[in-house]
């Protein structure tokens, strides 16, 4: 019988430590999106391969789309959310997804677990009204709402949270220092 606690499948983590222990380059893993312009603030987003190793980790049936667009306010059509709402959908789908496994892993069963995450800008500078503003968030702020089933541990909730925010790729992504690389290619 599968180990799952809180719909978290643990059968999988262990798997994968494995994998891992026994060749450490497993761990060496890299997501990939691609976008192509669907016309004025609009780009169609398609998410089908993560490496591992230098390997496809999965075949072709994996293979998710979403639109990105900006509001009305910033030229856009507003049919779908600006980069910026993914951004922060992001944080709330890795804090959510590791508090989760966390708590499964720490042995807690949970009944609830609620983010809201704020991203606060001064759009100056994203519009070039004043450079001295800068063009991205001021500030990020995250609230998360955990309930417990049959009496959990109100310290192992906690845990589970805190354990990740040292942990979440996505926060660590907003939050440290990343080397950040481009390159551009002009088609005649």
Request: include cysteine; hydrophobic fraction near 40%; charge should be negative.
């Amino acid at each position: 019988m599968p180990n799952i606690k809180n719909g978290v499948i643990l059968d999988n983590i262990e798997q994968l430590v494995g994998a891992i222990q026994q060749d450490p380059n497993v761990a060496k893993v890299q997501f990939k999106a691609q976008s192509e312009w669907n016309g004025g603030t609009q780009a169609k987003v398609t998410i089908s391969e993560m490496f591992s190793n230098g390997q496809n980790m999965f075949g072709p049936e994996r293979n998710f789309s979403l639109i990105v667009d900006e509001p009305a306010v910033l030229g856009g059509k507003d049919e779908y959310p600006n980069p910026v709402e993914y951004l922060a959908s992001a944080l709330c789908g890795c804090l959510t997804a590791g508090i989760a496994t966390n708590a499964a892993l720490f042995g807690t069963e949970l009944e609830k677990i609620n983010v809201e995450v704020l991203v606060n800008f001064d759009i100056h500078g994203v519009l070039g009204l004043d450079r001295s503003k800068p063009s991205g968030p001021l500030d990020l702020h995250y609230k998360v709402t955990l309930k417990g089933k049959n009496g959990a541990n109100v310290d192992q909730l906690i845990k589970s949270k805190e354990t990740l925010d040292k942990k979440s790729p996505i926060k660590n992504t907003i939050e440290l220092p990343l080397r950040v690389t481009t390159e551009v290619v002009v088609e005649e």
